[in-house]
């Protein structure tokens, strides 16, 4: 091989070099591509299940509890304002995204004093303390859909285990006759402010908001029937005096169908036939 072929051959072999070296740099940037998409996927997916596990969307512990759609543009333009004691007034706001059961807004004026709800049910009576003077917009609009009768009729349409101990209900969309399937979406038409966050536990026996972000409180809440390990982002409003056995029992049924996060639907319903306020000395 003369000196010229050999310097073509040397040439060749270092094009060829190139071309190789440019593949596999294409060829690993498009694996990073794949990879970096699927580790976005993987977050993504991770957050939802967080934001439903913790009571996002409206939907426990919701949830994220629930699990969750973002807010209309409609609704970025209005904030529920929190409690004016000068007035006595709570700032409810319309929220269109997921309404299922619009009854109406409640009124801006709210009753502070010392309050019981009774949930009637299929199993028995769930009596809860309401704390109306650290949460009076929270317990302001249940004293409202109670009166309208807007849980009557409903089932508790999500169970979490011992590791995530809530019972979640107030999805109009949960039909008690099992007709309404339900993603824990439903709510009432309005959304107001989260109460009483600072230093909130949700120990055995707390009652509070489900939402799927801050300020987007609606009408689904969660029962604690054990320790839940929760930060604190759910309006904690009350605690059970009666019935906690109830929720217990039904704990042990277990779930139809579990979930990625391992919470479903209840095997033993729980169906709201009634919701009541009364006044406490």
């Known amino acids: 091989m003369s000196g010229k072929d050999r310097q073509k051959q040397l040439a060749r072999e270092h094009y060829e070099r190139q071309l190789q070296r440019r593949a596999e740099r294409e060829t690993r940037a498009k694996r ?63 929220s269109p995204g997921g309404v299922v059961k ?5 009124p801006a004026k709210v009753d502070t004093s010392p309050k019981a709800m009774t949930l009637a049910t299929n199993r028995g009576d769930i009596v809860i303390e309401l704390d109306a003077a650290k949460t009076p917009c929270t317990v302001g609009s249940f004293a409202f859909l ?14 979490g285990s011992d590791q995530f101990p809530v019972l979640q209900c107030g999805d109009p969309l949960a039909k008690a006759d099992g007709k309404g399937a339900t993603d824990g979406q439903g709510g009432p038409g309005y959304r107001f402010v989260d109460e009483n ?23 689904q809440f969660f029962i604690v029937y054990g320790d839940a390990e929760l930060g604190p982002n759910y309006t904690p409003f009350g605690t059970v005096t009666k019935g906690l056995e109830i929720v217990d029992k039904v704990n042990k049924g ?28």
């Open 254 to 281: 277990g779930v139809i169908t579990p979930g990625g996060d391992g919470t479903g639907a209840p095997k033993e319903t729980v169906e709201i036939k009634d919701v009541t306020m009364s006044s406490k000395s």
């Open 102 to 106: 619009d009854v109406g807004t409640p």
């Open 197 to 219: 966050l600072t230093g909130a536990k949700y120990t055995r026996g707390v009652v509070a908001m489900a939402n799927s972000g801050p300020n987007t409180n609606g009408s």
């Open 32 to 94: 990073m591509t794949i990879i970096g998409s699927s580790v976005a996927t993987v977050v993504v997916v991770g957050a939802v299940v967080a934001a439903t596990v913790l009571l996002g969307g409206e939907d426990p512990a919701t949830t994220s509890a629930s699990p969750e759609p973002s807010a209309p543009a409609s609704q970025a333009a209005a904030e529920p304002k929190a409690f004016d004691p000068a007035t006595g007034t709570c700032g409810y706001v319309a």
């Open 146 to 159: 109670a009166e309208k009768g807007y849980f009557d009729g409903t089932r508790c349409h999500r169970l």
